[in-house]
């Protein structure tokens, strides 16, 4: 049996005032039913351990900051991750709970996180493409045919051998193909990884705080905050929506529940809206209504090859009206990271199944048990040495 090693990093923040961050890392395996993974009281997500938190305050040199945190970081992956690679080649004998000694293959399959983990994994450069490697530049540019092909992992392995072959180039092998100088990343010798394959989709961050973030600055830049909020205190009372009162402008540090709930009335905001200059607002209707599709068409809990062919129908109907924005002078280019890896969701929901296996939401959840409960069991001094015994304990009871 191989058993898909999924892992997941996020940082968090432990107090309001004080700027104590905890960075853990989480594991679960593809091999659970979703319908236990949802649940965090289910324990299909366990603590594997906290990551440094450091800023290097004592280095000086910001290019030089970087270079060492991203290296600290693949050290302790490289760390953690260790066993796969005897395990995942030979095999490791498990017992089932019927007393069955089976062998088993862990082998890592995925990664779990938000944009700045994904590429901090992939050792990307900040604004490309963790998947395919797209370029800042190009990453507005959409593509009917489908996405982009993978990133070459034997060239990206080539330069990384550099290190140790030729380390008066290594610099300059990363350069030339938009690669971090990491030395050791810690997937470069686990069995059967393809880390550009690994890279999974995400709703909360990618849609709700990504795409639909950008979407409703741009409508409220259009249309004015004034329009807008006199347009929320207009709708009419429903069981199943909160009304905003006060409007949607002045929000600050908006959930993704909250962006949940605004989606819900976004289109019914602007659907008699009047543009500046005498633009109409149909090409603004369709934008809006087709990301709005691709959000509800992305959160399926079964897909279809209908399903799947709407849900590219959506992103391309947004892409052939997006120049109202362009048009209307909000933005001069759609070269965002969150809007390009949109084009990936098809060939990912076929090769790893539906999104809501991936959902960086129920990391969020496990920060508050995992983490934030158990800093506030601490005297808030060495604390990660606390919080990991009364974790153990808690463990142990349960």
Known sequence: MIISILLST???????????NA???????????????????????????YLPTTQLETVNNQAKKRCLLSNMYHACMTHVTEPLKSAGEGGVNMSTATGHVHRNHPIFGGFIGDYPEQV?????????CPNCGCTHQFLGDFNPDGPRPLRNLD???????????????????CSQIHLKPVAHPFWQHLPYVNIYRSITPDVLHQLYQGILKHLIAWI????????????????????NIWLFMKGISSLSCVTGQEHDQICRFLLGLIIDIH????HSNARLLRSVRALLDFLYLAQYLIHTTTTLKLLDDALARFHANKDIFVDLGICDSFNIPKLHFASHYVELIK?????????????????IDLAKDAYAATNRKDEFGQMTMWLEQKEKVL
Not at 120 to 127: E, P, S, V
Not at 351 to 367: A, C, I, P, S, V
């Open 10 to 20: 996020d940082k968090t923040q432990l107090t309001l005032f004080r700027n104590k």
């Open 23 to 49: 960075y853990p890392i989480y594991m679960t395996i593809g091999n659970i039913p979703k319908e236990i993974h949802c649940k965090p009281s289910s324990c299909a997500y366990v603590l594997l351990g």
């Open 120 to 128: 901090l994994n992939t050792c990307m450069l900040t604004g490309d």
């Open 155 to 173: 060239a990206v392995l080539a330069a990384i051998d550099s290190f140790e072959d030729d380390p008066t180039n290594f610099l300059q092998n």
């Open 220 to 239: 409220i830049e259009v249309c004015s905050a004034a329009e807008i909020d006199a347009h929320c205190r207009r709708l009419p009372q429903n069981h």
């Open 275 to 278: 543009l500046p200059n005498g």
């Open 351 to 367: 090769m790893f199944g539906t999104t809501d296996n991936f959902n960086t939401q129920y990391m969020e959840r496990l920060h």
